[in-house]
């Protein structure tokens, strides 16, 4: 964690000793009365942290932030077919971490219908996986997530027309880097492990996406995800 | 794994059963006599391997190679200061994922002496984690590696000029697409957690190196090589 992030209405409360942020703080960080640290608000601004005191059940911290909240997140949405849990919380880090918008998990025809059922999306743990990627990008902004909504719902939730690339090993006739909408696209799709049923291509060339793919090598989604990231990023001469 | 590597001297000879690949083959692939699955000779060519034979303590194999070896590798070589090994293991994965041709992780001056003496690097476990992201990529050429080399000592073995970019968040000029080398470069540096001392970016200066940074945002070591592979295998219509 390069900075701690706090929600806003956890600023004027005292800290419990218990919460893995006192712990991290106290025991890896090892800060004591008087220490500072970097801190962040969720989706405000960065700043300082002074550990104020420190009692038997919690702490006293004092916050002093920044007047201007860090640079917005990149134009990009990802929509991805829910993978096996233990993939999607490596996306959810990295993504957040890229600082790209926003995650929708969507439901596919080919996809393992159970993955939607994770505790990961129905304990609230996504969000902490976004937390943690978005505090070692040292920033605050989380992207804005969705889950269980199928290709087609997610769809129809963007504005039209959509300007998006459908990442596709299957079907693209050529490269990413090569593909001529890369400078106007907003959104990148990823198909689930055994990928996209004929319909659902049929939906995504409908709606005026294009396909691209990302080499010949096979790759892991979550490798897949963070380069075809940095190829956005690098377009935008943003990395 | 989308295919099984075995080593040249190993296609002739019986699997053991207690094999982790004769474990995949059976209990995961769950092939049965008489099936066939993706085989690869470890640097040679792909082919198909059929289960011939079922014995208490071993499998009998055939094995029919296509003619032609995989694609080579891409020209570009990663030298990394010394990561903590669980950071190494992903990096090893994920760079033979991509098809990079050399890896070589390097003592420096600030890194963590500890770290070149994991049982990683001298149980030969490194290899594992290779041919596992080799596998992954449906490839079987490994990247060539070293470990341990001081960062001068291995500028001293690559051919000179060197045309590389060194990765550097503080003191580069600009971001790694922007970079006026790009398109020529065959190697990236990167420095390890606490950064390169003042020497070494003197020395990699020295050496006609040039610094470029990935952007703003504070990334773990192994999604930069990522971002920086998958930025590198873009310049060049790969990905």
């Not at 199928?150 to 459908?166: E, F, Q, R, S």
């Not at 299957?170 to 198909?191: M, N, Q, W």
Request: overall charge positive; glycine content about 8%.
């Amino acid at each position: 964690m390069n900075l701690i992030l706090f929600h806003p209405d956890e600023i004027s409360r005292p800290l419990p000793r218990q919460d893995p942020r006192a712990q991290h703080l106290l025991t890896v960080l090892r800060r004591r009365v008087g220490d500072t640290f970097d801190a962040g608000q969720t989706n405000g601004p960065r700043g300082k942290g002074t550990l104020l005191h420190l009692a038997p059940d919690h702490l006293q911290i004092r916050f002093d932030w920044e007047p201007a909240p860090p640079p917005p997140l990149d134009p990009l949405t990802l929509a991805i077919g829910l993978p096996r849990p233990q993939t999607a919380r490596k996306i959810l880090q990295e993504a957040a971490a890229l600082g790209v918008q926003a995650l929708h998990f969507v439901r596919t025809e080919k996809g393992e219908a159970s993955y939607a059922d994770s505790t990961l999306w129905h304990s609230g743990e996504w969000r902490r996986h976004l937390e943690h990627g978005t505090a070692q990008a040292f920033c605050t902004r989380l992207p804005a997530l969705t889950h269980g909504n199928t290709l087609a719902g997610l769809l129809d939730t963007l504005p039209a027309p959509v300007h998006g690339i459908a990442l596709d090993n299957y079907e693209a006739p050529g490269p990413l880097s090569k593909c001529h909408v890369i400078r106007d696209t907003r959104l990148f799709v990823f198909g689930p492990e055994r990928g996209w049923s004929e319909g659902e291509r049929e939906l995504l060339r409908g709606r005026g996406l294009v396909f691209a793919h990302l080499g010949t090598r096979v790759l892991r989604l979550e490798t897949a995800v963070v380069a075809a990231v940095a190829i956005f990023k690098a377009q935008r001469g943003a990395m």
